[in-house]
């Protein structure tokens, strides 16, 4: 089948490339936050799900790229198994968490850390609106604001692809990384209608008394996360099983056709830290 530039023979043919990011934090418990998506959209209406979406050309624009100092696509894709284009599912990612949650993982080009109290920030939350009005694009977003993506912030989590059959197929690496403080966390009522930080254990008991709908990957992620005491155990765990020397994510099967990190429970995993 004919590919679009970019997109590696490794994907799944007849599904579309995305991304997902779980934010986790210590509040003290660790949690991570949520979304539930609009009761009237064609896909998972009404779910509760972690930020995400499709990626899109603009997420492997060259521009962009170059705005990515801290991971080559040559690192990205080995970590994905991937020959090429692997950069643009962590550019998706924080795109798509900055459309969708208001959190923008970047920095300036000098270094600075994103203050949300500056007037920068102000038109970061302007440029958020445009962007899911689909008047902007990132590489402008970045452009104007002088801004590096910090893809360095996010390790490889999980992989899931939709099963045959299925009207919409996607795709999907999920990622961690840590909340920066102090940004806006709020959901874009378009896409989504509530957000809220939840203890992962916290939201498996919901959906075990259906009080919120969960798709299997997100409900998966939720267990894996249930099994550490905070965001650095998270993290650092992520870290250490993402990759085998060659970066090549080291994955074990799971239920439902998805692949995910080895954690405390799996065949031949230890304790988790």
Same mark, same amino acid.
């Given at each position: ?49 972690? #930020?995400? &979406?499709?990626?899109?050309?603009? =997420?492997?624009?060259?521009? *962009? ?7 080559? %696509? /040559? ?6 198994g991937h020959r090429s284009g692997g950069l643009g599912y962590w550019v998706a990612a924080i795109r798509e968490a900055f459309e969708e949650a208001g ?41 104007d604001e002088e801004l590096i993506l910090e893809v360095d912030a996010l390790e490889v989590f999980a992989h899931w692809v939709t099963p045959p059959g ?13 909340? #920066?403080? &102090?940004?806006?966390?709020?959901? =874009?009522?378009?896409?989504? *209608? ?7 254990? %916290? /939201? ?70």
């Amino acid at each position: 089948m004919t590919r679009e530039r970019g997109v590696d023979a490794s994907v799944t043919p007849g599904a579309r490339e995305a991304a997902t990011v779980l934010l986790v934090r210590d509040a003290p418990a660790l949690e991570v936050f949520m979304l539930r998506r609009n009761l009237q959209s064609a896909w998972n209406g009404g779910v509760h799900l972690f #930020p995400g &979406g499709a990626l899109e050309p603009g =997420d492997r624009d060259d521009a *962009v790229r170059v705005r990515c100092p801290d991971r080559s %696509d /040559a690192d990205a894709s080995a970590r994905l198994g991937h020959r090429s284009g692997g950069l643009g599912y962590w550019v998706a990612a924080i795109r798509e968490a900055f459309e969708e949650a208001g959190v923008l993982l970047a920095r300036h080009g000098d270094g600075r850390a994103l203050d949300p109290q500056d007037a920068a920030w102000a038109r970061l939350t302007e440029a958020r609106d445009a962007l899911n009005a689909g008047d902007l694009d990132l590489r402008a977003v970045l452009e104007d604001e002088e801004l590096i993506l910090e893809v360095d912030a996010l390790e490889v989590f999980a992989h899931w692809v939709t099963p045959p059959g299925q009207i919409r197929r996607y795709d999907t690496w999920f990622f961690v990384g840590a909340a #920066p403080a &102090g940004h806006t966390y709020e959901h =874009d009522a378009i896409e989504t *209608v509530a957000s809220v930080w939840m203890r992962p254990e %916290d /939201a498996v008991t919901a959906n075990d008394r259906g009080e919120i709908d969960l798709i299997l990957p997100t409900r998966r992620s939720l267990e894996v996360l249930c099994a550490f005491p905070d965001a650095a155990s998270v993290l650092a765990h992520a870290r250490r099983v993402g990759g085998d020397g060659t970066h090549r994510v080291r994955m074990v099967d799971d239920v439902g056709g998805g692949e995910c990190i080895p954690v405390p429970g799996d065949a031949g995993v230890g304790a988790a830290s």
